[in-house]
């Protein structure tokens, strides 16, 4: 009877110069900015800056950036839920509206289902970074029409082309 083997998944060759060069370039971009209908909470900067370095700059979209921006908000949410479960001071639970320790240590529970939902949709759970089984078709296609977009924009504002 023969050895059964194993297999691994093979990736995408990552140290290209290529693909060197390419992450050199995205990291010089700026980040993307929340968009202007969205505040964040001082709580929840820190946790906003770490989901944003998790994907290159060019792979947000504007349904992302919601997405991350609720992310962000329900991990501030969880921190200072589990802040208030381990102090288990009855008036601070009082003053943020639960009436026991059990009912603010429910809804942290809620609030990590939400969070491993919302992480779920962003495909930020067990990925590699650089996959391409993960790329969306779409969503470069999508990169692709802002950049035509940017070169014809670009191109209106030469003066030689409105000449003609």
């Given at each position: 009877m023969a050895k059964p083997r194993s297999t691994t998944k093979r990736t995408a060759r990552t140290d290209s110069v290529a693909g060197a060069l390419a992450a050199n370039a995205?990291?010089?971009?700026q980040p993307p900015t929340l968009p202007a209908h969205l505040t964040l909470r001082v709580q929840d900067v820190p946790f906003w800056d770490a989901i944003l370095r998790a994907r290159?700059?060019?792979?947000?979209g504007q349904v992302e950036l919601v997405l991350a921006w609720q992310l962000a908000q329900i991990q501030g949410d969880i921190k200072t839920g589990r802040a208030l479960v381990e102090r288990g001071n009855r008036s601070e639970l009082e003053k943020a509206g639960f009436p026991s320790v059990r009912a603010a240590s429910s809804q942290v529970g809620t609030l990590i289902a939400q969070q491993l939902g919302l992480m779920r949709a962003l495909v930020m759970v067990g990925t590699v970074v650089g996959d391409p089984a993960l790329a969306v078709p779409r969503r470069a296609a999508?990169?692709?029409?802002?950049?035509?977009?940017?070169?014809?924009?670009?191109r209106a504002e030469d003066a030689s082309l409105l000449a003609l």
């Open positions: 995205n990291a010089l971009v290159a700059h060019d792979e947000w999508e990169r692709e029409a802002e950049q035509a977009i940017k070169k014809i924009k670009g």
